[in-house]
């Protein structure tokens, strides 16, 4: 492996990803190809091993060079139905240090980040997480964070049900996180058809279900009612297929 390759891996961000394959000879053309791994100083095997997030060198100059790797860090703790990696403890310390950073981030890329994290098999426990970091704080000023709920499959339910406890209608909460985050349209109008959904009463009966289905698309009728099944509301009367 050459230097300018190494100087590459110096640069990355985690130690899980500052690691390379560097081919052996015979790989063209042969079954079995064989490499050799490099791990630049020796931490990444073990660090995925033991479910443990850390910086590649220090962790203040690491999250302080870019701002969007503060993000970045709760996206990798997702393990699937491993559960969460960990935070090194120094990497912890600086991503609660360097939270102000976080306002020379493009809306777009902390949207892209933040959207990455939401379709997480882990997705509120890592919201929780960047709660109690102080990530919303800063990325949400003013809009109130709620995590207690049974995660969803979709990222834009996720978001509707983190922000429930928003008083607001659905227009003027979506346009505020819209402004906020750089949402599409298609993701901002989702949204508050959404949180418009959260104090109506679904009506079961034949007529209402009927309409509700005539007037909704697929995708707004799934999202809506996966967004009230998550809600805790009772939602089986709806999915019938005699109704439906």
């Known amino acids: 492996m050459c230097s300018s390759d190494l100087e590459d891996l110096a640069r ?13 000879k015979g790989l063209v053309g042969v079954e079995c190809p064989s490499g050799k791994l490099i791990d630049l100083g020796g931490r990444g095997v073990k660090d995925l091993e033991s479910g443990l997030l850390r910086t590649v060198g220090q962790a203040e100059e690491r999250i302080g060079e870019d701002g969007l790797r503060i993000v970045r860090a709760f996206r990798f703790l997702d393990l699937g139905e491993g559960g969460l990696r960990k935070f090194d403890p120094e990497l912890s310390v600086a991503i609660s240090s360097n939270l102000p950073m976080l306002s020379k981030v493009s809306k777009e890329r902390i949207w892209n980040e933040l959207q990455r994290v939401l379709s997480c098999s882990n ?84 007529e209402s279900v009927r309409r509700f289905s005539a007037t909704r698309s697929n995708t707004q009728k799934s999202q809506i009612l996966d967004y009230k099944r998550r809600s805790e509301e009772h939602t089986s009367e709806l999915q019938s297929p005699d109704h439906l």
């Open 12 to 24: 990355r961000d985690f130690t899980i990803n500052a690691m390379a394959i560097e081919p052996m």
């Open 123 to 206: 997705s509120m426990r890592i919201v929780e997480s960047m709660a109690e970091h102080g990530i919303f704080e800063e990325i949400l000023p003013g809009i109130s964070i709620n995590t207690n709920t049974e995660p969803s499959d979709d990222y834009i339910v996720n978001l509707a049900l983190i922000c429930r406890d928003e008083e607001s209608d659905g227009a003027k909460m979506s346009d505020r996180i819209a402004s906020l985050l750089r949402l599409s349209r298609k993701e901002s109008s989702a949204l508050s058809d959404l949180h418009e959904c959260r104090k109506i009463d679904l009506d079961p009966s034949v």
